[in-house]
């Protein structure tokens, strides 16, 4: 598979595109991060993802996985890890990659027993060819995370 440039987390915040939904869920925050570090689970909240396998450690940095979508499969590493917290990987290899290095985040911050906000950041440093098409493609994966948020709240409960 072609390689993509790993990035760290701090990349998140001076990445040049950064698509990011938020949701506040009526779960407790290790209910929402139990459902997100459950590999296997995904598909079943991110339903553009149809299969998840673990490929070296499960939990923590430096743990991978690979994950199938429609039409490319992709190799992760996590980059973050804090139990009922944080979730963030880097992408380091694609079937077909639309960007040059990518990192996504899950970030689960308590409101209350019985409360969380969700955010899922995706950034990204597309290929030049890539750029028109940015206006759409951001639209898109915005509403398919804002879509995946809301599973992720009735995986959770």
């Known amino acids: ?55 070296g450690a499960p939990t923590g940095v430096g743990g991978q996985r690979r994950v199938a979508l429609a039409g490319v499969v992709v190799d992760e590493v996590f980059i973050a890890w804090e139990p009922d917290r944080l979730f963030a990987f880097t992408l380091t290899h694609a079937s077909r990659p639309m960007a040059k290095a990518m990192v996504e985040a899950v970030q689960v911050e308590p409101l209350g027993d019985d409360r969380c906000r969700v955010t899922y950041t995706q950034a990204l440093e597309p290929h030049g060819w890539m750029k028109p098409m940015l206006p759409l493609m951001r639209r898109t994966m915005r509403s398919m995370l804002a879509k995946a948020l809301s599973s992720l709240e009735q995986a959770a409960r």
């Open 1 to 55: 598979m072609p390689d993509l440039q790993p990035r760290p987390f701090d990349w998140l915040t001076t990445a040049p595109v950064r698509i990011e939904a938020t949701r506040e869920m009526a779960v407790s925050a290790a209910a929402a991060f139990a459902v997100v570090a459950d590999h296997e689970r995904w598909p079943e909240w991110f339903t553009q993802l149809k299969r998840v396998e673990v490929t």
